[in-house]
């Protein structure tokens, strides 16, 4: 959704713009004068100027998002051929290879990076689950959805990017080698640049002096899928919108010779532009392949195009890597013939390339952190950011772990970029964070829809909104608010309060309003429905562990009714309550996912101790646990659940039925005073949805076994159903989403469509 709305809106922009992406000649005048500038001197340079004959080759590579990766086959196959490159430029994914390339990063070290970054986690659109503080992780589980907007005055906006740029600028703090993060781009081993645009007014951002790391993110800032870069006070994207090929920016550095990549996507048939999705896409392939083709005509005869066949590799499939490298080696291959001529002697070419390659990494020695500072852009108190790193002065500290902590930050889900600095002096450290508050995440809105169905007499569906203000005052207080409509109707306000700035501990004082129906069944068979509703307030006591862990203990006070609704002529008196419970809970949460976890774990246990105004019974105690333990190998991924509840008297406080909880069983038709549940749950991966609207697409089963109790009775054998299901499940953006059938002992066949819950 948030990449539709960029795309529409870039396009719009775009066009009343497009004068703009035509240089003035005074803005390719200055230009060529900055890029003919001559560099600082270099090794790579001085080896240059010892064989002054010899003409000087460029390397253009151009954007194409995942098509990129081509990039590095061509690059293996110049090395393989002994072809020196003198300058590199680049836009896009070009400007990434290229300016690793130009840092002194080996091919093999190219290749690792494609191989062994995890893509799925830098097209996501936060940081992964198991990076994000509790509170974060916590909202998952309230409210599956991911359809989320920023609320201001001004109105609802969305978030600036599809993806997060947390696991982006890891992956590319990785590829660079040691020390070559904030050199200027123009001072590395061999001259690179690369190309933005202003996404103000689109002219277009010659990268030349810029920090190699925020040149190569600025460049990369695809609109609508990164967030936009700020560099020298310019909001910029990426490139590939006013020269996604670079041709003109590498003559006036003097190329004599230039070796141009191409690997931008190619036009879409019109059978491919039935969709408002496909038009906005094909509007922007289009003002990108003109300035392609511009920049082609500007190649000279001795200049070589290497132009990879990469049907089949779209933008954003980064999971197809390999088959991107095989087609740019076999492009580079192909033009052998006319790549040879500009080879140098084997000696030469390594004694260029030892100059060229970065040394190897010294051991990331830990050294005593003497200074730390926090610094934040927006409303976050730094005092909080610095307990949220986990840096603490005196300590000893590795590059690693300032990285880590710098990631970390990303998981409170507000902000939208860390920027990390380290200085040693002798054997001391200091180190600085920076980090950017996300404007529209302060203040956010989750949209979720929840429909169920078994397509007999269970049928339910809610409407779901969840707002949060986050960052009210110094110490992070924030206010939660949560709406659902339909089959259940619930309000509920939570305000959220540490008590410090990065305080583990907190106070949480909740009220809340809710009302719903109830079946009543007697051995399996429904013979009543019960109308419900209640208001009350809690006041909880917590600690937090961690961003895994949590503990809660306090007090709720709430009066409720309750009659019966069906059927309508059961003269049963209504029934009103009055009610005090004590309650100690504590939760653990290391879930990647919540519908469909291929990690971590999840573990909730809960005690609560009720009285009952004027009853004159004891307190009732009850209590459960419940745990589940996520499985995941290659296309696999499943978890093993157990679940146990009782209560001092009448029913525990969880029931069974209905999909995975006994499949093929009514829903909620197996109560007692314990209630014991186990399952195995198996799935194997075999599609996926683009990134933009979703994940993986699942077929799998699950084998279950339960029932209900009275554990003051001898435990029989019989009390407990087997169960099992297999089910098609497509992780959606409004949650999980089943389309399954279930069958228990003693019960026929049920089908279920499920969209949202989580289980």
């Known amino acids: 959704m948030f990449l539709i709305r960029a795309l529409l809106v870039g396009c719009v922009a775009t066009l009343c713009a497009l004068p703009a992406f035509a240089a003035t000649p005074a803005t390719l005048t200055t230009a060529a004068t900055q890029a003919a500038t001559p560099p600082e001197p270099t090794n790579a340079a001085v080896a240059t100027s010892a064989a002054p004959a010899r003409p000087r080759i460029a390397l253009v590579l151009s954007g194409g998002g995942a098509r990129g990766f081509a990039h590095i086959g061509v690059l293996k196959v110049l090395q393989e051929l002994h072809v020196p490159i003198d300058m590199v430029v680049g836009t896009s994914m070009g400007g990434v290879v290229g300016g690793a390339y130009a840092a002194g990063a080996s091919v093999a ?9 995890n893509w799925d986690r830098v097209l996501a659109d936060r940081p992964a689950r198991d990076d994000l503080i509790f509170r974060r992780r916590e909202e998952d589980l309230l409210l599956p959805s991911r359809i989320e907007f920023g609320v201001s005055r001004n109105g609802i906006s969305t978030p600036p990017a599809a993806a997060s740029n947390a696991a982006l600028e890891m992956a590319l703090n990785r590829l660079l080698p040691a020390g070559m993060r904030d050199r200027p781009a123009s001072q590395l081993p061999v001259p690179f640049r690369s190309v933005a645009s202003d996404l103000v007014n689109g002219e277009l951002v010659e990268l030349v002096d810029t920090p190699l ?50 690997v931008g996507t190619p036009l879409a048939p019109e059978k491919e532009l039935g969709s408002a999705i496909g038009v906005a896409q094909q509007m922007l392939q289009i003002l990108t392949e003109q300035n392609v083709q511009r920049s082609i005509k500007e190649l000279h005869p001795q200049d070589i195009l290497v132009a990879p066949d990469l049907a089949g ?97 990303y998981g409170r889900g507000d ?33 979720g829809l929840e429909l169920a169905s078994d397509f007999n007499d269970k049928n339910t569906f ?72 209640g208001q009350g307030g809690l006041l909880a006591l917590g600690r937090q562990f961690g961003y895994w862990g949590d503990l809660q203990i306090g007090v709720a006070r709430s009066e409720s009714k309750a009659n019966v609704s069906i059927p309508a002529d059961l003269a049963v008196p209504e029934v009103r309550a009055l009610g005090t419970t004590k309650f100690v809970k504590f939760r653990a949460d290391t879930l990647d996912e919540p519908g469909f976890p291929t990690r971590g774990m999840l573990f909730d246990a809960t005690w609560t101790q009720s009285s009952t105004t004027g009853s004159a019974e004891k307190a009732l105690g009850q209590s459960s646990v419940s745990a589940m333990k996520a499985l995941g190998s290659g296309n696999w991924a499943g978890h093993i659940y157990g679940e146990w509840a009782r209560a001092q008297r009448g029913e525990a406080p969880l029931s069974l039925g209905g999909f995975l909880r006994l499949s093929g069983t009514p829903s909620d038709s197996v109560t007692g005073r314990s209630i014991a549940l186990a399952r195995f749950v198996m799935a194997r991966r075999i599609g996926s949805l683009p990134t933009t609207f979703g994940g993986a697409v699942r077929a799998g089963f699950s084998v279950e076994m339960g029932g209900g109790f009275d554990q003051s009775e001898p435990l029989r054998r019989s009390v407990f159903t087997q169960a099992s299901s297999v089910f098609l499940a497509v992780d959606t953006r409004f949650g999980p989403a089943y389309l399954a059938t279930g069958s228990s002992k003693g019960n026929t066949g049920t089908v279920y469509l499920f969209l949202g819950p989580v289980w």
């Open 109 to 117: 070290d190219l290749e690792k990076m494609a191989r062994e970054t």
């Open 213 to 262: 790391f925020l040149s190569m993110r600025a460049s990369l800032a695809v609109p609508g899928v990164f967030a936009p870069v700020r560099v020298n006070n310019r909001l910029v994207v990426d490139g590939g919108l006013v020269r996604n090929l670079p041709v003109d920016m590498a003559r006036a550095m003097g190329a004599d010779i230039i070796i141009a990549v191409n």
């Open 313 to 409: 590799v779209s933008f954003l499939d980064f999971q197809n890597y390999g088959r991107a490298m095989r087609a740019g080696e076999q492009a580079a291959q192909a033009l052998a013939a006319r790549l040879a001529p500009l080879a140098l002697p084997p000696e030469q070419y390594a004694a260029r390339e030892q100059l060229r390659l970065a040394a190897p990494a010294l051991l990331d020695v830990a050294l005593p952190l003497t200074r730390l500072t926090v610094e934040s852009e927006g409303q976050i108190n730094p005092r909080i950011l610095e307990a949220q790193s986990g840096l603490v002065e005196g300590q000893l500290v590795s590059q690693e772990d300032v990285l880590k902590a710098a990631s970390k930050l």
């Open 415 to 447: 902000v939208a970029r860390v920027e990390s600095e380290v200085v040693d002096a002798g054997e001391q450290r200091e180190v600085t964070l920076k980090a950017t508050e996300a404007p529209w995440a302060s203040n956010r809105l989750r949209v």
């Open 462 to 533: 809610a409407i779901k909104l969840m707002h949060v203000r986050s960052n009210l005052n110094d110490w992070g207080g924030e206010l939660r608010t949560l709406v659902q409509i339909g089959s259940d109707r619930n309000l509920a306000f939570q305000y959220f309060q540490p008590l410090g700035a990065g305080s583990p501990w907190y106070v949480a004082p909740t009220i809340q309003y809710n009302s719903s129906s109830l079946d009543l069944f007697d051995k399996g068979r429904r013979t009543a429905r019960m109308a419900y509703s």
